[in-house]
């Protein structure tokens, strides 16, 4: 049974870098992710990283890339239109969403949704810990060594090392 499931995994894997995506050695691939890079978009996961069932990454144009030993949870959602970067030994919790982009307001009368996307780009450091069900906007950067709190909701940098709960999400207390 290990091996079939081995063979699945390695099939997967090579579909994804015959499409042109970089993916590391030793990566982990679940069945049922959804990836989808898109025209000018860039997919690269580093060594042993592992893309848990129902996990959705979307480049949208933009580059999503994870360093080594970077695990995203079940049904974790990445949108890479402004660029998302991952460091080594990270891990991505169940059910969390990372928005790369945001939309401007226009004036009353026009149409939200025929503004164009702006990108905003994302870099969440090394050995960071974002919890179940964190929502993490456009533009912040998450600290080496971070943890954040089951759904909290980033909305500006946190600083490395500390621990972050809320919505919106803020510092409650430093790692020792």
């Not at 004036?107 to 450091?125: A, N």
Request: net charge positive; hydrophobic share 40%; charged share 20%.
């Amino acid at each position: 049974m290990r091996l079939l499931a081995f063979c699945a995994n390695s099939a997967r894997v090579l579909r994804h870098r015959l499409a042109g995506m970089e993916i590391g050695p030793r990566c982990r691939i679940a069945r049922h992710v959804g990836i989808e890079v898109g025209r000018g978009g860039r997919l690269k996961l580093g060594p042993k990283c592992h893309l848990a069932a129902y996990a959705q990454i979307h480049c949208y144009g933009g580059t999503i890339e994870a360093g080594s030993h970077v695990f995203v949870g079940q049904f974790a959602t990445l949108y890479g239109h402004g660029g998302i970067v991952i460091g080594d030994n990270t891990l991505i919790g169940n059910h969390v969403s990372i928005i790369a982009a945001n939309h401007t307001i226009p004036p009353r009368g026009q149409l939200i949704r025929r503004e164009p996307d702006v990108p905003l780009p994302i870099r969440i450091g090394r050995d960071a810990w974002i919890g179940a069900g964190v929502r993490v906007l456009g533009g912040v950067t998450i600290g080496d060594g971070c943890v954040v709190g089951a759904g909290a909701v980033v909305t500006r940098d946190l600083p490395p090392w500390t621990v972050a709960v809320g919505v919106p999400a803020r510092v409650i207390r430093e790692r020792e």
